[in-house]
């Protein structure tokens, strides 16, 4: 019997490879529990999973399952052969990664698979932000032509200041972008980033990284030392009037101390695709007309959807051709070789 591999979610760009990548190595199947308890007593012998060695996982599936959270990745632990969860997309903060390393059970995900379309989708909300662009289509969408647009509250983007917070895969590439009208450009990560270009300046401090940036943009993952890191006073710390772009996740931002800011001025707008509580968007951003809001649509496109969905199956058949998946999650980097199959 070949093991087994189990969709929670579906595959949407590339059906015909699946078939052709597990051909002869492994049994695909499918997610049919309509609850978390089925899906955990749906391992064990005669169930519908029994077998499964590991997991394809979309953010979606949690709708019916849950996130994986501690309690479901022991449970999976305790009840399957479960060894390994490939996350479909670079955002893993849904699987609660101390849990599987307790267990034994290996994560990766597809970091670099939507760069190009979340760098693009972060310049899109930069232009509206500076330009009043997303209020210049409500006026006209609403028939007032551009009577709500105000163009001495603009400003080009030329010549300003670009600060990026986290100069990863994306942040860099938004860099690129950025550059080219061009920008100044100056970064705060972990550790200062190697074979960038020397138009990317680095910074020592978050709070430095505040003080120079007229546009402040968020590229780092979240977990427990980024939640809440841009706060009241990373937020004060900013230029009056200045912009703040979150295409990584809602909850890296302090929300109150950011709507306080825009309800006072000090930010003049931001630009959003993601929200700490998704898909509820607080009501009281919808109420400033400069803001630039996306329903976290910034990292889907056709391309990157199938570089993805390629790269987490990649992933899953390495697994089970050899016991290790490629794009291990870096918490995780040290555990290679102590999973077992």
Request: with cysteine; hydrophobic share 40%.
């Amino acid at each position: 019997m070949l093991p087994r591999v189990l969709l929670c979610g579906e595959i949407e760009c590339v059906q015909d490879e699946l078939k052709e990548m597990f051909h002869g190595i492994a049994e695909v199947i499918h997610l049919v529990s309509e609850s978390r308890s089925h899906f955990l007593s749906s391992f064990g012998p005669g169930g519908p999973y029994e077998g499964t060695v590991a997991l394809y996982r979309l953010n979606e599936s949690s709708e019916v399952i849950g996130k994986f959270d501690a309690p479901l990745i022991h449970a999976l632990a305790d009840t399957s052969m479960v060894r390994w969860i490939a996350q479909s997309s670079s955002g893993y903060d849904e699987i609660d990664v101390q849990a599987c390393k307790e267990r034994g059970i290996m994560v990766s995900n597809t970091p670099g698979a939507n760069e190009d379309a979340t760098a693009t989708a972060t310049l899109y909300l930069m232009l509206s932000c500076l330009r009043h662009f997303s209020m210049a289509e409500h006026s006209l969408r609403s028939g007032t032509w551009r009577t709500l647009c105000n163009p001495a509250q603009t400003h080009d983007v030329t010549g300003r200041t670009l600060g990026i917070f986290g100069l990863g895969r994306i942040g860099l590439r938004f860099a690129h972008l950025a550059h080219a009208f061009p920008m100044r450009i100056v970064y705060f990560s972990r550790r200062k980033a190697e074979s960038v270009p020397d138009w990317c300046e680095y910074v020592s401090s978050v709070e430095e990284l505040c003080k120079k940036a007229d546009v402040l943009s968020l590229h780092v993952p979240l977990n427990q030392s980024t939640a809440g890191m841009i706060g009241e006073k990373e937020i004060k710390t900013l230029r009056r009037g200045s912009v703040l772009l979150n295409t990584s996740r809602g909850r890296i931002v302090d929300q109150e101390a950011m709507i306080r800011a825009l309800e006072d001025g000090h930010l003049s707008s931001v630009g959003l695709d993601v929200y700490p509580d998704e898909p509820h968007v607080d009501p009281r951003l919808l109420t400033f007309p400069r803001c630039a809001l996306l329903p976290h649509v910034g990292g889907d496109s056709a391309e990157s959807d199938r570089t993805r969905e390629l790269q987490a199956l990649g992933n899953l058949r390495a697994f089970v051709l050899g016991g290790v998946g490629e794009d291990v999650i870096p918490e995780l980097k040290t555990e290679i070789g102590n999973s077992t199959t």
